[in-house]
């Protein structure tokens, strides 16, 4: 009932779910601490701070995740404790934590768990060393890029774009023929972050990738990067069958100055990945010059 209800973001009865963080079942205590994180309710702060210290990991696990959801920094020494905690989930869930609150002091600890023997959490460690722009574990995160484990090579070459770590490019080039598509994604989104243009005729090979994210992605970062010898490849893709690849192929055209070539009916896969986007700022503010370039009134709904 108490998860229920902070899904329901019904704020009234967050005094009553504060009470239950105290419950003698674990499972009681964890879905009233996640409760608490779903309706923002900042005020039960210190109670779920507690639970950072709870006996059931399900329950720290719960705890670290709502710090990090009501942005709690005074908590954060606390969640630096569980960096070392026993059970892997609890240290993704401080890591993510210490992530979602910007508390960069920790980066140097978060930055020891890109070594952690499970790839899960070396996965969300190089993300959120990204998100923290630690550019002093970049050298770490490089190796990543040798990984076992796919997504763990993915998420290093996005912080490394993230980071703005140049040196990684030639390591960042070979993952674009990465036998995994969310490796081939998040490389050309690397590279296009990181500005190489001495990239730009493998990431136009992944312009027929059989996969749809990976076209994408390439697109994206060929806009970017300014790559106007890729215009008539990326026109082409204005036949594709998906949606999402018409409409950043669209934009991409637009900020490569060829504007005249995106065709009326390409605006409506524009305007759908904007939607799609929205979490990612800057990719919708690109979708939005994109649509303003092409004298679209932006839609107020």
């Given at each position: 009932?108490?998860?229920?209800?902070?899904?329901?973001?019904?704020?009234?009865?967050?005094?009553?779910?504060?009470?239950?963080?105290?419950?003698?079942?674990?499972?009681?205590?964890?879905?009233?601490?996640?409760?608490?994180?779903?309706?923002?309710?900042?005020?039960?702060?210190?109670?779920?701070?507690?639970?950072?210290?709870?006996?059931?990991?399900?329950?720290?696990?719960?705890?670290?995740?709502?710090?990090g959801k009501l942005g709690y920094k005074e908590a954060a020494p606390e969640i630096i404790k569980l960096?070392?905690?026993?059970?892997?989930?609890?240290?993704?869930?401080?890591?993510?934590?210490?992530?979602?609150?910007?508390?960069?002091?920790?980066?140097?600890?978060?930055?020891?768990?890109?070594?952690?023997?499970?790839?899960?959490?070396?996965?969300?460690?190089?993300?959120?060393?990204?998100?923290?722009?630690?550019?002093?574990?970049?050298?770490?995160?490089?190796?990543?890029?040798?990984?076992?484990?796919?997504?763990?090579?993915?998420?290093?070459?996005?912080?490394?774009?993230?980071?703005?770590?140049?040196?990684?490019?030639?390591?960042?080039?070979?993952?674009?023929?990465?036998?995994?598509?969310?490796?081939?994604?998040?490389?050309?989104?690397?590279?296009?972050?990181?500005?190489?243009?001495?990239?730009?005729?493998?990431?136009?090979?992944?312009?027929?990738?059989?996969?749809?994210?990976?076209?994408?992605?390439?697109?994206?970062?060929?806009?970017?990067?300014?790559?106007?010898?890729?215009?008539?490849?990326?026109?082409?893709?204005l036949k594709d069958e998906d949606s999402s690849v018409r409409g950043w192929a669209g934009v991409a055209l637009v900020e490569l100055g060829a504007k005249n070539k995106v065709p009326q009916e390409i605006i409506?896969?524009?305007?759908?990945?904007?939607?799609?986007?929205?979490?990612?700022?800057?990719?919708?503010?690109?979708?939005?010059?994109?649509?303003?370039?092409?004298?679209?009134?932006?839609?107020?709904?």
């Amino acid at each position: 009932a108490a998860y229920s209800l902070g899904k329901l973001g019904y704020k009234e009865a967050a005094p009553k779910i504060i009470k239950l963080l105290n419950d003698k079942n674990a499972s009681v205590r964890s879905f009233a601490a996640y409760a608490i994180g779903d309706l923002g309710y900042k005020e039960a702060a210190p109670e779920i701070t507690e639970l950072l210290k709870d006996v059931d990991a399900l329950v720290r696990r719960s705890a670290a995740y709502t710090i990090g959801k009501l942005g709690y920094k005074e908590a954060a020494p606390e969640i630096i404790k569980l960096l070392k905690d026993s059970d892997k989930d609890v240290r993704v869930c401080a890591v993510d934590a210490l992530g979602n609150i910007g508390y960069k002091k920790a980066a140097p600890e978060i930055a020891k768990l890109l070594k952690d023997k499970e790839s899960y959490v070396r996965i969300h460690t190089a993300d959120v060393i990204g998100k923290l722009g630690y550019k002093e574990a970049a050298p770490e995160i490089t190796e990543l890029l040798k990984d076992v484990d796919a997504l763990v090579r993915g998420s290093a070459a996005y912080s490394l774009g993230k980071l703005g770590y140049k040196e990684a490019a030639p390591k960042i080039i070979k993952l674009l023929n990465d036998k995994n598509a969310s490796v081939r994604s998040f490389a050309a989104k690397a590279l296009g972050e990181l500005g190489d243009k001495e990239s730009v005729l493998e990431i136009m090979n992944l312009l027929k990738d059989n996969i749809n994210t990976v076209r994408i992605y390439a697109v994206i970062a060929l806009g970017k990067l300014g790559s106007k010898e890729a215009v008539p490849e990326i026109v082409n893709l204005l036949k594709d069958e998906d949606s999402s690849v018409r409409g950043w192929a669209g934009v991409a055209l637009v900020e490569l100055g060829a504007k005249n070539k995106v065709p009326q009916e390409i605006i409506s896969d524009i305007k759908g990945v904007l939607k799609l986007y929205k979490f990612d700022d800057e990719m919708a503010k690109r979708a939005q010059a994109a649509l303003k370039e092409l004298g679209v009134e932006e839609d107020k709904k």
